[in-house]
């Protein structure tokens, strides 16, 4: 009991601490000459602060039980978390090094980056759910970008894919991208569900498929495989639109792609938590001869997951398009590893039936914060890969002691 | 019935050998088709055989040497009369020049540059292309009278030009002599160039745009002053994310000069738009006409003196480059 209120005492007055430092420093930076030293970081000492405060106050007496349990595995506590903890020193050292990554456009440009990364990863989970894996969702992002993008060009552009397609309404490229990969996530469960084959093999299968189709497509004359350029401004506003740009001097706005990784986040989690449909995958991925023993239909079941995983990666390569006011065949190459990756850090279990939405959120996070901060203070690329790889080791490690201990 | 067809069949195959037998069969390995730059130059290879008589197949490395290799020994297999190639990797031309030496048919390589000890080992060994080192000084002048003509471009009147320089693939001769070189440029000019930070984008749009944004947030954009990137997709690239903080979309406050090399169809209408100072064209069609003219003389036996190009050294032919500033070529 009283660890729980000691720790319920020890948020609360950290936060009230962080509060008052922040909004101190926040009427004091200008005076003291700090704005080019500490830039925005009394507003995130504030925002800290309430959080903190806030869950101190709302958060729930535990039981004894759960309080004792609490307070001896302080050090599994340490384990547990290790990925995030090295994240946040990472984020220390890298404000030390380069103050400027202290700036609101910074926080926002890491989630901006990390909206798609997270359209990626909830629709691989499903796959990893049912202790399979999707190898054909990099190549999906570039099958919706190149098919989006080549029906929405601009009339005067000199190289045009289709020199005499009128101007369409944004709906129509959007939606033919995303039916063109629902069309191969229908192939990827059909031949998972039907022939019982490993979703490896099934989905390495498809990639190449994709791969070669989408190359097809995109060397069709006159195209002959140029990057495809000349994108028409409303259909890149749906990539590059900036909510309340300008609200205040420099604040330079929220992109368009978190509200919408934001809206897909809350779906998906309603759909593995509150449907029928999301208990159907927690079981077949824990136990699939008990699923089918229990009437599940694994066949309808298996085509499902696929079919929308593929919906969710034609969102995120038409956002790609969108985003960067072009497409080539190479969009998407290896997105799959960084969104399997991602889920892995987030506490997905690669052997099926573990798994939640605000893990793969925090995966996603430390993801990119590590990659952009490491790209901030300049770290080699070559090392950045060196990195990546050692946190999804490490992560994974961490995650099968766990459950070996249970 | 069935032997009627075959028969057939033999006999249409017969013909079609007989009737291409006295024709220039040119076998053609470009690193990868979906290349804005190799585009042009296959397209004018193609028009131009047609022009000459000359049968052009054109394989796609895929950005493989491995790949590659199996195509050029299926051209030789084929009996192709001469080879053009573009090496995904320009080190691997020595076994490329080897296999032809062997079939003892010439091989003009194009784009990536063999060095000149690999084109010394075999006497019909060629190279079309454009010298990169010019291209890299073209941009830099560029950026150089950019900066001279407008004051308010040197952003913290230092008079010194701190930029930005984003590379192609690593390794690749262009990549190496156009950074090289742009930065020369702006010495020469009498500016002195310090170079804030520089990255290698693969000549990737999308690479170059999440790079450059990198550099946006930790530099500042209001500390850049230029960006020079080794082609025109990764200079596209970062004028996306520019744009992303209200740069170079118009304000004359809020403006970064960034130059490319290629000017591909994209750059021109960035250039009128005002996004994008200028570029430099590395002339596609000349040096796939030369290169086709070359190796069609070459199949024949004939004098390649009457190609209608230069040949310097008697192993090159050099194409020059363009400057090119909103959309017309100066």
Request: charged letters at 15%; hydrophobic letters at 50%.
């Given at each position: 009991?009283?660890n729980?209120?000691?720790s319920?005492?020890?948020?609360?007055?950290?936060g009230?601490?962080?509060?008052?430092?922040g909004i101190a420093?926040?009427?004091l930076k200008?005076?003291?000459?700090l704005?080019?030293?500490?830039?925005d970081l009394?507003?995130f000492?504030i925002?800290?602060?309430?959080?903190s405060?806030?869950k101190g106050f709302t958060?729930?007496?535990?039981t004894?039980?759960?309080?004792a349990?609490a307070?001896?595995t302080?050090?599994?506590?340490l384990?547990?978390?290790?990925i995030?903890l090295?994240?946040?020193?990472?984020v220390v050292?890298?404000c030390i090094?380069?103050?400027?990554?202290?700036?609101?456009?910074?926080a926002?440009d890491?989630?901006t980056q990390?909206?798609p990364?997270?359209?990626?990863?909830l629709g691989?989970c499903?796959?990893?759910l049912?202790a399979?894996?999707?190898l054909?969702?990099g190549?999906m992002?570039?099958?919706?970008?190149?098919?989006?993008a080549s029906?929405?060009?601009?009339a005067?552009?000199?190289?045009r894919f289709?020199?005499?397609?009128p101007?369409?309404?944004l709906?129509?490229?959007?939606?033919a991208a995303?039916?063109?990969c629902m069309?191969?996530g229908?192939?990827n469960g059909?031949?998972?569900a039907?022939?019982e084959?490993h979703?490896?093999?099934?989905t390495?299968?498809t990639?190449v498929?994709?791969?070669?189709?989408?190359?097809?497509y995109?060397?069709?004359?006159p195209?002959?495989?140029?990057?495809?350029?000349?994108?028409?401004?409303?259909f890149?506003?749906?990539?590059?639109?900036r909510?309340?740009?300008?609200?205040w001097k420099g604040f330079p706005g929220?992109?368009?792609?978190?509200p919408?990784?934001i809206v897909?986040?809350?779906?998906?989690?309603?759909v593995?938590?509150?449907?029928v449909?999301?208990?159907n995958?927690y079981?077949?991925?824990?136990n699939?001869?008990a699923?089918?023993v229990?009437?599940?239909?694994?066949?309808?079941?298996?085509m499902f997951?696929?079919?929308?995983?593929?919906l969710l990666y034609?969102?995120?390569?038409?956002?790609?398009a969108a985003?960067t006011?072009?497409?080539?065949?190479n969009?998407g190459?290896?997105?799959?590893?960084d969104?399997i990756a991602?889920c892995v850090?987030g506490?997905?279990?690669?052997?099926?039936?573990?798994g939640?939405v605000?893990g793969?959120?925090?995966?996603v996070?430390?993801f990119t914060?590590?990659?952009?901060?490491?790209?901030?203070i300049n770290?080699?690329?070559m090392?950045q890969?060196?990195?990546?790889?050692v946190?999804?080791?490490?992560a994974?490690?961490i995650?099968m002691?766990k459950?070996r201990?249970? | 019935?069935?032997k009627v067809?075959?028969t057939a069949l033999?006999l249409?195959?017969?013909?079609?050998?007989c009737?291409?037998a006295d024709?220039v069969?040119?076998g053609a390995?470009i690193y990868?088709?979906?290349?804005?730059?190799m585009?042009?130059?296959r397209?004018?290879?193609?028009?131009e055989?047609e022009?000459l008589g000359a049968v052009i197949?054109?394989?796609?490395?895929?950005?493989?040497?491995?790949?590659q290799?199996?195509?050029?020994d299926a051209f030789?297999?084929d009996?192709?009369?001469v080879?053009?190639?573009?090496?995904v990797?320009?080190?691997?031309?020595?076994?490329?020049i080897?296999k032809?030496?062997?079939?003892?048919?010439?091989?003009v390589?194009i784009?990536?540059?063999p060095?000149?000890?690999?084109?010394?080992?075999?006497?019909?060994?060629?190279?079309?292309?454009?010298?990169?080192e010019?291209?890299?000084?073209?941009t830099?002048?560029l950026?150089?009278?950019y900066?001279?003509?407008?004051p308010e471009a040197?952003k913290?009147?230092?008079?010194?030009?701190q930029f930005?320089l984003?590379?192609?693939?690593?390794?690749h001769q262009?990549?190496?002599l156009?950074?090289?070189y742009?930065v020369?440029a702006?010495?020469?000019?009498?500016i002195?160039?310090?170079?804030?930070?520089s990255a290698i984008?693969?000549?990737?749009?999308l690479?170059?745009?999440?790079?450059m944004?990198?550099f946006?947030?930790s530099?500042?954009?209001?500390?850049?002053?230029?960006v020079?990137?080794?082609n025109?997709?990764?200079a596209?690239g970062?004028?996306?994310?520019?744009?992303a903080?209200d740069?170079?979309?118009?304000?004359?406050?809020?403006?970064?000069?960034?130059?490319?090399v290629?000017?591909?169809?994209s750059?021109?209408?960035a250039?009128?738009k005002?996004?994008?100072?200028?570029?430099?064209?590395?002339?596609?069609?000349?040096q796939?006409?030369s290169?086709?003219?070359?190796?069609?003389?070459?199949?024949?036996?004939?004098?390649t003196?009457t190609?209608?190009?230069?040949?310097?050294d008697?192993?090159?032919?050099?194409?020059?480059?363009?400057k090119?500033?909103?959309?017309e070529?100066?």
């Amino acid at each position: 009991m009283a660890n729980t209120s000691r720790s319920k005492r020890l948020m609360t007055v950290g936060g009230l601490i962080f509060l008052v430092l922040g909004i101190a420093l926040y009427f004091l930076k200008a005076p003291l000459g700090l704005n080019r030293k500490i830039y925005d970081l009394p507003v995130f000492l504030i925002i800290i602060g309430i959080c903190s405060a806030f869950k101190g106050f709302t958060a729930k007496e535990k039981t004894e039980e759960e309080a004792a349990l609490a307070g001896k595995t302080f050090t599994e506590f340490l384990t547990n978390n290790a990925i995030l903890l090295a994240m946040l020193v990472l984020v220390v050292v890298i404000c030390i090094l380069q103050p400027r990554f202290m700036q609101i456009r910074v926080a926002l440009d890491i989630l901006t980056q990390s909206s798609p990364k997270l359209i990626m990863a909830l629709g691989i989970c499903f796959a990893l759910l049912i202790a399979g894996t999707d190898l054909s969702a990099g190549r999906m992002v570039g099958l919706a970008a190149v098919i989006s993008a080549s029906m929405m060009q601009t009339a005067t552009y000199a190289n045009r894919f289709f020199p005499d397609l009128p101007q369409l309404s944004l709906w129509i490229p959007i939606a033919a991208a995303i039916l063109a990969c629902m069309l191969f996530g229908a192939l990827n469960g059909f031949i998972v569900a039907k022939y019982e084959m490993h979703p490896f093999i099934a989905t390495l299968a498809t990639q190449v498929i994709i791969y070669g189709v989408c190359s097809l497509y995109f060397d069709m004359p006159p195209n002959n495989s140029q990057p495809i350029g000349g994108i028409r401004p409303d259909f890149a506003q749906i990539g590059q639109l900036r909510l309340f740009n300008g609200l205040w001097k420099g604040f330079p706005g929220i992109s368009i792609l978190i509200p919408i990784a934001i809206v897909i986040c809350i779906i998906i989690w309603f759909v593995l938590n509150k449907t029928v449909f999301g208990k159907n995958v927690y079981a077949i991925g824990g136990n699939r001869e008990a699923a089918v023993v229990a009437g599940i239909n694994v066949f309808s079941n298996i085509m499902f997951i696929f079919i929308l995983a593929s919906l969710l990666y034609g969102i995120a390569g038409v956002l790609e398009a969108a985003r960067t006011a072009g497409a080539t065949n190479n969009y998407g190459l290896g997105y799959e590893t960084d969104a399997i990756a991602a889920c892995v850090v987030g506490g997905v279990s690669m052997s099926g039936g573990i798994g939640k939405v605000g893990g793969i959120v925090m995966g996603v996070l430390i993801f990119t914060v590590i990659q952009y901060g490491l790209q901030f203070i300049n770290v080699s690329p070559m090392w950045q890969q060196v990195i990546k790889g050692v946190i999804i080791a490490v992560a994974v490690a961490i995650d099968m002691t766990k459950y070996r201990k249970k | 019935m069935r032997k009627v067809f075959m028969t057939a069949l033999v006999l249409v195959l017969a013909v079609a050998c007989c009737a291409h037998a006295d024709e220039v069969k040119i076998g053609a390995c470009i690193y990868r088709f979906n290349d804005a730059f190799m585009l042009r130059f296959r397209n004018a290879m193609s028009a131009e055989s047609e022009k000459l008589g000359a049968v052009i197949t054109i394989a796609d490395g895929q950005d493989n040497q491995t790949t590659q290799d199996e195509q050029v020994d299926a051209f030789i297999a084929d009996g192709v009369n001469v080879l053009i190639v573009n090496t995904v990797d320009r080190m691997a031309s020595q076994s490329i020049i080897d296999k032809a030496k062997a079939a003892n048919i010439p091989v003009v390589f194009i784009n990536r540059e063999p060095t000149p000890e690999m084109l010394a080992t075999y006497d019909k060994a060629y190279y079309v292309g454009a010298k990169a080192e010019e291209s890299g000084t073209e941009t830099g002048e560029l950026v150089a009278s950019y900066f001279k003509a407008h004051p308010e471009a040197d952003k913290n009147k230092d008079g010194k030009l701190q930029f930005i320089l984003l590379k192609g693939q690593n390794g690749h001769q262009d990549m190496i002599l156009r950074s090289k070189y742009s930065v020369e440029a702006v010495k020469n000019a009498g500016i002195e160039p310090v170079e804030l930070a520089s990255a290698i984008a693969n000549w990737d749009k999308l690479e170059a745009m999440k790079i450059m944004n990198g550099f946006i947030m930790s530099i500042g954009p209001e500390n850049i002053e230029a960006v020079i990137a080794n082609n025109d997709e990764m200079a596209l690239g970062a004028i996306e994310a520019l744009k992303a903080q209200d740069y170079n979309t118009g304000n004359p406050e809020a403006y970064i000069p960034v130059v490319g090399v290629d000017a591909n169809a994209s750059a021109l209408e960035a250039m009128d738009k005002g996004e994008m100072l200028g570029t430099v064209l590395n002339d596609a069609d000349n040096q796939g006409i030369s290169a086709v003219r070359l190796a069609a003389a070459l199949a024949e036996g004939k004098d390649t003196g009457t190609i209608g190009y230069e040949i310097t050294d008697g192993k090159y032919i050099w194409i020059p480059y363009q400057k090119v500033t909103r959309g017309e070529k100066q």
